[in-house]
């Protein structure tokens, strides 16, 4: 076999995959084949669920050029693998941008001729080559993997999506080359590459999700259960189970079907529209948004919703893209600026990206509100991208084909039941032998050997453990709280780190304004609560806060960014705007206009006092917007040029955040107190925006300023002062964040609000505890030669040198109080980074990530994917990460999360797997408490479960001893009446009121559970081992036979009438053994049922889980009865004989005994003694670790050796981020000292690694 090639797609990305190429193989097909005959079909199975087996077992390895079948690999954790098969088709070229008009304009009647000899060719892709010389056709390859189509690149060698005109592309070719439209021909070639633009999420057929369904292992399980109990006789047990499996495949295909038709209705809904189209001949067709492709042109018309992402050619356009980043705000978009147009010192060429020039960008999925075209030009914008590969697509392929959860319970799971096949292969094994040796049949050795497998591994079990999900998933929605991912449900249960976004979240939406602090001869005036003065109508200040916004009227109402619309409404002006009608009209000519009330501009004229700047202009005041700077998260500001009415010259106004606006200003005009003012404001958690403001040339004409570049502009400006504005939390917030604490669960701000607002909020909120102190690292890139540095500083002094004897305030003691994992509550001390600090020691200071992101709390000014990494980062040291957010920027980090939940019901939640209908976070400590209560009802339910199949097995076992076994009705008594009833109702305990510091296990395999496991079987088989070896003991004892009569013998004569005629026993089922241990037990079923159904501190009380309590004493009641008052139909029917008495008041003895050895043994000895005193007062070798750290330490030794959990103390914890504050506590270096500066150098002799240097620190600015 040739050797793999390591080839990868998608590279980098979060889908990256490994690539292998494979021919098929005949003689391994042969092979294969009579594989499949002589397993029956199951060597088919096996391959079905195994594609990599599957593959290789068919074909055999080639290079990816000349593949017919690739082999995929996730390199993620999953390692999953796909397979797809290669396709190939006849085209014209293989670049699908380059232009083939010449080539198609020629029209050939040649058809495909012989050029298709010997090709598997896809002819529905071959609509284009009859009209093009068939020798100068060429083959394209192409395979399609969840819903995106790889096409072969012979320059790569390698198979690569398309990206359309979303990469590589520069403003100049998109306003040249791709702006002038595509002619009919052209379209056609492009369509054969890039499919029909449709976001199609095909709803499966009930047959095919039925074969689906019903090829999973669990149901060929059942199958295989099925037909060896029909052999075995056991008809009526056998079509029960039919009939509960047909029941569970019907209800799982109804829930799988209905969410493909909730998704498919949501996105097919606006999907196909008809579209004006400008072709390359200028000519304007409608056409449907199926046909659309890359570098088609569309116009825009009001109330469309986009079908495509286009890039913006002329005019502009007002939409809402709550779709996609669940804020339903109007959202301007301009015009792509064009370079060709521009002259020296303007627009320079830039390759166009989506992202980074969203508002530019049109997204699919996004509604048009609003659009604003002028005199000989149309609102236009090219397709860029269709199909799966819009932001939409991307945002349906997340949902359609989600990351495998990764959770200890499954994988504890998977173990467990390993084990339970290794206990049903020691049964096989004794049963085969056992039979041998008593001379049993072939065929009769065969059925029960493998009888005694579908005993131990109950097929029912899947379903067992599905039912507290599915509890706790109505509880959830009770509590408004909907769920896309049930599976998720259980992970939240273990979550100890919550991510929380502040504006709209923490805090409330809206911001009030506070005031004004204005700059005049570069210093500050005294603070202003007041705006609307007479004296600042006609200032430079009012005219920043009237025009600087992207405002619109949308039905006479004005709508936007609710910061602007705020910042507009306390001006107390007027905005008005040109009609559609007149800006058709009309050049692009100031179409916005704002001017101050009637009212505001009266007074002003009355007053006398003129010592302010003023325009000396006429009565009639009115400023109209000449072109906006839209707002952009990266560069953290907007600006607009604007021109007062009857003024020669035009002035430009800017607002953002006050460290990028100072930045851009004249230092001469920012005032020296300019960082001490902000902190001031910034410490009391005040937002600050800063406003300046520059007058422009008259040289500066209009058209040269719809093509200036906005750093020209945005340079040399006038610093003018602050607007402060008041950010209030939210009323439930402080309480959930204490409540949250009480749990010990870690809670971390991810803002994209300034740093030291975010601090203000933290503490204000009691994220930070007032004692607490903020340690804030401000990273700083390579510069000038000079390595990548960080200077640490404190928050409440970040602005001043800081005294090396103030490092001594630092607590790094251990907190002794309470109990709980709550590592992060031994340090009183907290990180806080913001964005680009974050990106330079991601980048440089891997070493020093993990330590920061132990202790770190507040994350600012990040942007969307900083959120996402910072989520990953934490999961990179093992914490169960939860991130709750309003959907606006959060939607990655929600998807990223263990647990993500969405304050937005608008359709970008989709993303996120659970969504509040409440806007607050008081849905987060419900979640952990439904999650905490499912996780231990699995718990519960998986123990029992494994209870109930050991018991059972103990019975069975005993039984074969004697070659007898349970009947039929008993088999079908105890899985039906007892098992299933009680699985059932365990499952509805509710979840405790309150979060408890403690934490569930994470895992199957627990010292904990492990241990309670075991200590039931014990006693199970001791109790059941003692019943059956007594009753033969008894006096009255022989063998039973249908004459045999031991009720007879007792004083309290019960004895029922036996026929001498009575049909004789061929199973050898009846007997005094079989009745002694299906008594003892059934019994034993609702004991550990009893001992296994906990409630606090994670469920409810079981005594208040009525259904559960009912089950549980008609269950005893009517075991009881029919063991102490025998009646004859009943006896009959479970195949029990009659027995003295006498036995029967020693099996009640027996039970009772056993009852109380199962309570005291689980409630005392286990969870009081063991767990609460002994393993307390252990210090574990480490006196500082908590109870959660014990736990860890026991669970690693439970996997190893049960016997040594007590005595190896000095274990690491497996939790990394447990190891890592371990070692933090005893590092003399860490946190760092306030005056010191660490340095990234590269070793001399290793060119990509990284030392990390402390130095003493000159001077912090």
Same mark, same amino acid.
């Given at each position: 076999m040739a050797k793999e090639e390591n080839n990868f797609i998608n590279k980098g990305n979060e889908d990256e995959l490994e690539i292998y190429g494979y021919k098929q193989c005949l003689w391994k097909l042969v092979l294969v084949a009579i594989g499949v005959i002589c397993t029956g079909g199951f060597l088919l199975l096996l391959l079905y669920w195994m594609p990599e087996w599957s593959v290789k077992a068919t074909c055999t390895q080639t290079s990816l050029k000349e593949a017919e079948i690739v082999l995929l690999r996730t390199t993620d954790e999953f390692k999953t693998w796909f397979r797809a098969k290669v396709y190939k088709f006849l085209s014209p070229g293989i670049d699908p941008i380059e232009n083939l008009e010449p080539r198609l304009s020629k029209s050939m009647e040649n058809g495909l001729g012989n050029h298709t000899a010997g090709h598997s060719v896809d002819r529905s892709k071959m609509l284009l080559l009859g009209k093009i010389p068939e020798t100068e056709a060429v083959l394209v390859r192409y395979f399609v993997h969840h819903s995106v189509t790889y096409f072969w690149n012979n320059l790569l060698q390698n198979f690569k999506d398309l990206k359309g005109l979303s990469e590589g592309i520069s403003w100049s070719a998109i306003h040249g080359q791709h702006g002038k439209g595509l002619s009919k021909e052209l379209e056609e070639y492009r369509k054969v590459f890039f499919g029909v633009n449709e976001i199609e999420v095909k709803v499966p057929s009930i047959f095919k999700l039925l074969i689906k369904e019903v090829l999973n292992p669990f149901y060929i399980f059942q199958l295989f259960s099925v037909i060896l109990w029909t052999f075995n006789g056991y008809y009526y047990y056998g079509v029960v189970i039919v009939i509960m499996s047909l029941i569970s495949i019907v209800t799982s295909l109804h829930t799988v079907r209905k969410q493909y038709v909730m998704l498919h209705d949501m996105v097919a809904a606006h999907s196909i529209i008809r579209v004006s189209v400008c072709r390359a001949n200028s000519e304007i067709e409608e056409t449907l948004s199926t046909d659309l492709v890359p570098g088609d042109i569309v116009i825009p018309t009001n109330g469309t919703i986009m079908p495509c992402d286009s890039v913006l050619l002329s005019g502009t356009c007002i939409v809402n893209e709550s779709m996609l980043t669940g804020e339903s705000v109007p959202v301007m978009k301009v015009n792509l600026p064009n370079p060709i147009k521009s002259s020296k010192g303007l627009e320079e060429d830039e390759i166009y990206n989506p992202e980074k020039h969203k508002r530019h960008t049109l997204?699919?999925?996004?509604?048009?509100?609003?659009?604003?075209?002028?005199?000989?030009?149309?609102?236009?914008?090219?397709?860029?991208?269709?199909?799966?590969?819009?932001?939409?697509?991307?945002?349906?392929?997340?949902?359609?084909?989600?990351?495998?959860?990764?959770?200890?319970l499954y994988r504890d799971a998977y173990l467990f039941l390993l084990c339970l096949v290794?206990?049903?292969?020691?049964?096989?094994?004794?049963?085969?032998?056992? #039979?041998?040796?008593?001379?049993?049949?072939?065929?009769?050795?065969?059925? !029960?050997?493998?009888?005694?497998?579908?005993?131990?591994?109950?097929?029912?079990?899947?379903?067992?453990?599905?039912?507290?999900?599915?509890?706790?998933?109505?509880?959830?929605?009770?509590?408004?709280?909907?769920?896309?991912?049930?599976?998720?449900?259980?992970?939240?249960?273990?979550?100890?780190? *919550?991510?929380?976004?502040?504006?709209?979240?923490?805090?409330?939406e809206g911001l009030d304004i506070w005031g004004i602090q204005r700059v005049e001869d570069n210093s500050f005036l005294p603070s202003e609560l007041s705006i609307c003065k007479e004296s600042l109508v006609k200032s430079r200040f009012m005219a920043c806060m009237a025009t600087c916004h992207t405002l619109t009227k949308i039905d006479g109402k004005l709508s936007?960014?609710?910061?602007?619309?705020?910042?507009?409404?306390?001006?107390?002006?007027?905005?008005?705007?040109?009609?559609?009608?007149?800006?058709?009209?009309?050049?692009?000519?100031?179409?916005?206009?704002?001017?101050?009330?009637?009212?505001?501009? &009266?007074?002003?004229?009355?007053?006398?006092?003129?010592?302010?700047?003023?325009?000396?202009?006429?009565?009639?005041?009115?400023?109209?917007?000449?072109?906006?700077?839209?707002?952009?998260?990266?560069?953290?500001?907007?600006?607009?040029?604007?021109?007062?009415?009857?003024?020669?010259?035009?002035?430009?106004?800017?607002?953002?955040?006050?460290?990028?606006?100072?930045?851009?200003?004249?230092?001469?005009?920012?005032?020296k107190s300019f960082s001490e003012v902000l902190k001031i404001y910034t410490n009391q958690g005040f937002r600050v925006i800063a406003l300046a403001h520059r007058k422009l040339g008259s040289k500066l004409t209009w058209h040269k300023v719809q093509n200036v570049s906005r750093d020209v502009i945005e340079s040399n400006m006038e610093f003018m002062g602050f607007i402060i504005m008041q950010n209030k939390l939210k009323p439930d917030s402080s309480n959930v964040l204490g409540e949250l604490r009480k749990a010990n669960i870690r809670t971390v701000m991810v803002t994209g609000d300034n740093m030291l607002t975010a601090v203000s909020v933290a503490r204000d909120s009691g994220m930070i505890l007032p004692q607490d102190k903020v340690i804030i690292a401000e990273a700083l890139p390579p510069k000038d030669g000079q390595a990548a540095k960080i200077h640490w500083l404190y928050a409440d002094n970040a602005s001043r040198h800081l005294d090396i004897s103030s490092a001594e305030v630092i607590n790094i003691k251990v907190e002794n109080e309470g109990s709980g994992d709550g590592l992060h509550q031994m340090n009183h001390y907290h990180f806080a980074m913001d964005g680009k600090s974050f990106s330079v020691i991601t980048e440089h200071f891997q070493d020093l990530l993990s330590k920061l992101v132990l202790n770190g709390t507040v994350f600012a000014r990040m942007a969307p994917d900083q959120k996402t990494q910072l989520?990953?980062?934490?999961?990179?040291?093992?914490?169960?990460?939860?991130?709750?957010?309003?959907?606006?920027?959060? %939607?990655?980090?929600?998807?990223?999360?263990?647990?993500?939940?969405?304050?937005? !019901?608008? !359709?970008? =939640?989709?993303? =996120?797997?659970?969504?509040?209908?409440?806007?607050?976070?008081? %849905?987060?400590?419900?979640?952990?408490?439904?999650?905490?209560?499912?996780?231990?009802?699995?718990? %519960?339910?998986?123990?029992?479960?494994?209870?109930?199949? /050991?018991?059972?097995?103990? #019975?069975?076992?005993? &039984?074969?001893?004697?070659?007898?076994?349970?009947?039929?009705?008993?088999?079908?008594?105890?899985?039906?009446?007892?098992?299933?009833?009680?699985?059932?109702?365990m499952s509805l305990n509710a979840a405790w009121k309150?979060?408890?510091?403690?934490?569930?296990?994470?895992?199957?395999?627990?010292?904990?559970?492990?241990?309670?496991?075991?200590?039931?079987?014990?006693?199970?088989?001791?109790?059941? /081992?003692?019943?059956?070896?007594?009753?033969?003991?008894?006096?009255?004892?022989?063998?039973?036979?249908? *004459?045999?009569?031991?009720?007879?013998?007792?004083?309290?004569?019960?004895?029922?009438?036996?026929?001498?005629?009575?049909?004789?026993?061929?199973?050898?089922?009846?007997?005094?053994?079989?009745?002694?241990?299906f008594f003892i037990s059934c019994f034993q079923y609702l004991i550990v049922a009893i001992v296994f159904s906990k409630g606090k501190p994670f469920r409810q009380p079981s005594y208040k889980n009525y259904p559960f309590v009912v089950t549980v004493i008609l269950l005893?009641?009517?075991?009881?009865?029919?063991?102490?008052?025998?009646?004859?139909? /009943?006896?009959?029917?479970?195949?029990?004989?009659?027995?003295?008495?006498?036995?029967?008041?020693?099996?009640?003895?027996?039970?009772?005994?056993?009852?109380?050895?199962?309570?005291?043994?689980?409630?005392?000895?286990?969870?009081?003694?063991?767990?609460?005193?002994?393993?307390?007062?252990?210090?574990?070798?480490?006196?500082?670790?908590?109870?959660?750290?014990?736990?860890?330490?026991?669970?690693?030794? =439970?996997?190893?050796?049960?016997?040594?959990?007590? %005595?190896?103390?000095?274990?690491?914890?497996?939790?990394k981020y447990m190891h890592l504050a371990q070692e933090l506590l005893v590092d003399p270096d860490w946190p760092p000292k306030p005056k010191t500066t660490t340095e990234a150098k590269k070793k001399p002799d290793e060119n990509s690694a990284c030392q990390i240097i402390t130095i003493a620190e000159r001077k912090i600015l």
């Amino acid at each position: 076999m040739a050797k793999e090639e390591n080839n990868f797609i998608n590279k980098g990305n979060e889908d990256e995959l490994e690539i292998y190429g494979y021919k098929q193989c005949l003689w391994k097909l042969v092979l294969v084949a009579i594989g499949v005959i002589c397993t029956g079909g199951f060597l088919l199975l096996l391959l079905y669920w195994m594609p990599e087996w599957s593959v290789k077992a068919t074909c055999t390895q080639t290079s990816l050029k000349e593949a017919e079948i690739v082999l995929l690999r996730t390199t993620d954790e999953f390692k999953t693998w796909f397979r797809a098969k290669v396709y190939k088709f006849l085209s014209p070229g293989i670049d699908p941008i380059e232009n083939l008009e010449p080539r198609l304009s020629k029209s050939m009647e040649n058809g495909l001729g012989n050029h298709t000899a010997g090709h598997s060719v896809d002819r529905s892709k071959m609509l284009l080559l009859g009209k093009i010389p068939e020798t100068e056709a060429v083959l394209v390859r192409y395979f399609v993997h969840h819903s995106v189509t790889y096409f072969w690149n012979n320059l790569l060698q390698n198979f690569k999506d398309l990206k359309g005109l979303s990469e590589g592309i520069s403003w100049s070719a998109i306003h040249g080359q791709h702006g002038k439209g595509l002619s009919k021909e052209l379209e056609e070639y492009r369509k054969v590459f890039f499919g029909v633009n449709e976001i199609e999420v095909k709803v499966p057929s009930i047959f095919k999700l039925l074969i689906k369904e019903v090829l999973n292992p669990f149901y060929i399980f059942q199958l295989f259960s099925v037909i060896l109990w029909t052999f075995n006789g056991y008809y009526y047990y056998g079509v029960v189970i039919v009939i509960m499996s047909l029941i569970s495949i019907v209800t799982s295909l109804h829930t799988v079907r209905k969410q493909y038709v909730m998704l498919h209705d949501m996105v097919a809904a606006h999907s196909i529209i008809r579209v004006s189209v400008c072709r390359a001949n200028s000519e304007i067709e409608e056409t449907l948004s199926t046909d659309l492709v890359p570098g088609d042109i569309v116009i825009p018309t009001n109330g469309t919703i986009m079908p495509c992402d286009s890039v913006l050619l002329s005019g502009t356009c007002i939409v809402n893209e709550s779709m996609l980043t669940g804020e339903s705000v109007p959202v301007m978009k301009v015009n792509l600026p064009n370079p060709i147009k521009s002259s020296k010192g303007l627009e320079e060429d830039e390759i166009y990206n989506p992202e980074k020039h969203k508002r530019h960008t049109l997204f699919c999925g996004s509604t048009v509100i609003q659009t604003r075209f002028y005199t000989g030009e149309l609102v236009k914008a090219v397709v860029v991208r269709t199909g799966f590969g819009t932001t939409k697509g991307q945002l349906v392929r997340s949902i359609l084909y989600p990351k495998p959860t990764d959770f200890k319970l499954y994988r504890d799971a998977y173990l467990f039941l390993l084990c339970l096949v290794g206990v049903a292969g020691i049964g096989f094994l004794y049963t085969v032998i056992n #039979s041998v040796l008593n001379g049993v049949g072939v065929g009769k050795i065969i059925i !029960e050997s493998l009888d005694i497998i579908t005993i131990t591994v109950p097929p029912a079990l899947p379903a067992a453990l599905t039912a507290g999900i599915v509890f706790a998933q109505r509880r959830l929605k009770k509590l408004g709280i909907s769920c896309i991912s049930p599976q998720r449900i259980n992970i939240c249960g273990q979550l100890n780190l *919550i991510c929380f976004d502040k504006t709209g979240t923490l805090t409330e939406e809206g911001l009030d304004i506070w005031g004004i602090q204005r700059v005049e001869d570069n210093s500050f005036l005294p603070s202003e609560l007041s705006i609307c003065k007479e004296s600042l109508v006609k200032s430079r200040f009012m005219a920043c806060m009237a025009t600087c916004h992207t405002l619109t009227k949308i039905d006479g109402k004005l709508s936007g960014d609710p910061l602007d619309l705020k910042m507009f409404e306390e001006t107390g002006w007027v905005l008005e705007e040109a009609t559609e009608e007149e800006t058709a009209l009309h050049n692009q000519i100031m179409p916005t206009v704002v001017r101050p009330s009637k009212q505001l501009l &009266l007074e002003h004229e009355t007053m006398m006092d003129h010592e302010l700047e003023m325009y000396d202009l006429p009565a009639s005041y009115e400023i109209g917007i000449v072109r906006q700077f839209p707002f952009s998260s990266a560069l953290q500001r907007m600006s607009v040029i604007a021109r007062v009415l009857g003024e020669k010259h035009m002035d430009a106004y800017l607002k953002g955040a006050p460290e990028m606006v100072a930045n851009l200003c004249k230092a001469e005009t920012v005032p020296k107190s300019f960082s001490e003012v902000l902190k001031i404001y910034t410490n009391q958690g005040f937002r600050v925006i800063a406003l300046a403001h520059r007058k422009l040339g008259s040289k500066l004409t209009w058209h040269k300023v719809q093509n200036v570049s906005r750093d020209v502009i945005e340079s040399n400006m006038e610093f003018m002062g602050f607007i402060i504005m008041q950010n209030k939390l939210k009323p439930d917030s402080s309480n959930v964040l204490g409540e949250l604490r009480k749990a010990n669960i870690r809670t971390v701000m991810v803002t994209g609000d300034n740093m030291l607002t975010a601090v203000s909020v933290a503490r204000d909120s009691g994220m930070i505890l007032p004692q607490d102190k903020v340690i804030i690292a401000e990273a700083l890139p390579p510069k000038d030669g000079q390595a990548a540095k960080i200077h640490w500083l404190y928050a409440d002094n970040a602005s001043r040198h800081l005294d090396i004897s103030s490092a001594e305030v630092i607590n790094i003691k251990v907190e002794n109080e309470g109990s709980g994992d709550g590592l992060h509550q031994m340090n009183h001390y907290h990180f806080a980074m913001d964005g680009k600090s974050f990106s330079v020691i991601t980048e440089h200071f891997q070493d020093l990530l993990s330590k920061l992101v132990l202790n770190g709390t507040v994350f600012a000014r990040m942007a969307p994917d900083q959120k996402t990494q910072l989520v990953e980062a934490f999961q990179n040291v093992d914490y169960y990460v939860g991130m709750c957010g309003d959907g606006a920027n959060d %939607c990655g980090a929600l998807k990223r999360a263990h647990g993500g939940i969405s304050l937005s !019901e608008l !359709e970008a =939640s989709v993303a =996120s797997p659970f969504t509040s209908k409440t806007p607050n976070i008081a %849905c987060v400590p419900n979640l952990i408490r439904e999650g905490r209560a499912a996780l231990m009802t699995t718990f %519960c339910v998986f123990k029992f479960m494994a209870l109930y199949s /050991i018991i059972q097995y103990l #019975s069975v076992t005993l &039984l074969y001893s004697m070659l007898s076994n349970l009947g039929d009705f008993q088999f079908l008594f105890i899985d039906l009446a007892i098992i299933q009833f009680i699985v059932f109702t365990m499952s509805l305990n509710a979840a405790w009121k309150e979060l408890d510091p403690q934490k569930p296990p994470s895992g199957l395999i627990s010292a904990s559970l492990i241990l309670s496991v075991l200590s039931q079987i014990f006693i199970s088989a001791v109790f059941q /081992i003692t019943g059956f070896l007594m009753v033969k003991q008894q006096t009255w004892y022989e063998i039973w036979t249908p *004459i045999s009569d031991a009720c007879s013998s007792s004083k309290l004569n019960l004895t029922l009438e036996h026929d001498n005629t009575y049909p004789h026993d061929e199973k050898n089922i009846k007997s005094y053994e079989n009745t002694t241990v299906f008594f003892i037990s059934c019994f034993q079923y609702l004991i550990v049922a009893i001992v296994f159904s906990k409630g606090k501190p994670f469920r409810q009380p079981s005594y208040k889980n009525y259904p559960f309590v009912v089950t549980v004493i008609l269950l005893h009641t009517f075991i009881f009865f029919i063991m102490m008052l025998p009646v004859e139909v /009943i006896d009959q029917a479970l195949q029990l004989v009659c027995v003295p008495y006498n036995w029967r008041l020693m099996m009640l003895i027996l039970i009772l005994v056993n009852a109380v050895v199962s309570f005291v043994t689980e409630t005392i000895l286990l969870d009081l003694i063991l767990w609460k005193l002994v393993f307390k007062g252990q210090e574990l070798g480490v006196n500082h670790f908590t109870a959660t750290y014990k736990q860890e330490v026991l669970d690693r030794k =439970s996997k190893r050796c049960l016997s040594f959990v007590f %005595c190896s103390d000095k274990r690491k914890p497996k939790a990394k981020y447990m190891h890592l504050a371990q070692e933090l506590l005893v590092d003399p270096d860490w946190p760092p000292k306030p005056k010191t500066t660490t340095e990234a150098k590269k070793k001399p002799d290793e060119n990509s690694a990284c030392q990390i240097i402390t130095i003493a620190e000159r001077k912090i600015l």
